[in-house]
């Protein structure tokens, strides 16, 4: 059975640098990142409404489950700003799930920009960028989870907290 870790939280919060380089201390260990922007497109969900997100964290949790017993761990990095279905998540892998929220101020995610994500919904060409210009809002859990703020903490040291939070 894996220990599914589900780093969330806005864009260019640093989920994926993180889960990559999480696998890489992991590296005896069978692992399976799964990405959020690269799931999206593979399923084709281009919507960013909130049924769409819904739906695309719950194709993601039904994946998870179908690898649940193949892999050692499964490093989730996507968005996920509502709280249903992180707990949809977290109810489904239960003792096995383990919830880090990664954020930086939104001063840093503007300047690190790693998609180009922020200067085009300042252009307006986007209308929808979560945390930014979204009707949807991130929504904090109100289980036990990790935070990791990536405005202060250096990669290294995102790990080492994961690494700690996990029990590796």
């Given at each position: 059975m894996a220990k599914v870790i589900w780093f969330t939280g806005l864009s260019g919060a640093g989920k994926t640098t993180i889960s990559?380089?999480?696998k890489e201390y992991l590296n005896n260990k069978k692992c399976l990142i799964v990405d959020g922007d690269k799931f999206r497109k593979k399923?084709?969900?281009?919507?960013?409404?909130?049924k769409s997100i819904i739906n695309n964290n719950i194709k993601i949790i039904n994946f998870c489950k179908k690898k649940?017993?193949?892999?050692d761990y499964i490093l989730v990095s996507v968005i996920s700003p509502l709280k249903k279905t992180r707990l949809k998540a977290l109810k489904t892998f239960k003792k096995n799930y383990f919830e880090i929220y990664v954020f930086a101020s939104k001063k840093v995610l503007v300047k690190r920009d790693t998609k180009g994500l922020y200067k085009l919904s300042k252009k307006g060409l986007?209308?929808?960028?979560?945390g930014f210009n979204s009707k949807i809002i991130y929504e904090k859990s109100d289980h036990k989870y990790l935070r990791i703020n990536t405005s202060i903490h250096k990669v290294r040291e995102c790990v080492k907290k994961v690494l700690n939070y996990v029990k590796i």
């Amino acid at each position: 059975m894996a220990k599914v870790i589900w780093f969330t939280g806005l864009s260019g919060a640093g989920k994926t640098t993180i889960s990559r380089k999480t696998k890489e201390y992991l590296n005896n260990k069978k692992c399976l990142i799964v990405d959020g922007d690269k799931f999206r497109k593979k399923s084709k969900q281009f919507s960013f409404s909130r049924k769409s997100i819904i739906n695309n964290n719950i194709k993601i949790i039904n994946f998870c489950k179908k690898k649940f017993n193949k892999f050692d761990y499964i490093l989730v990095s996507v968005i996920s700003p509502l709280k249903k279905t992180r707990l949809k998540a977290l109810k489904t892998f239960k003792k096995n799930y383990f919830e880090i929220y990664v954020f930086a101020s939104k001063k840093v995610l503007v300047k690190r920009d790693t998609k180009g994500l922020y200067k085009l919904s300042k252009k307006g060409l986007i209308k929808n960028l979560i945390g930014f210009n979204s009707k949807i809002i991130y929504e904090k859990s109100d289980h036990k989870y990790l935070r990791i703020n990536t405005s202060i903490h250096k990669v290294r040291e995102c790990v080492k907290k994961v690494l700690n939070y996990v029990k590796i």
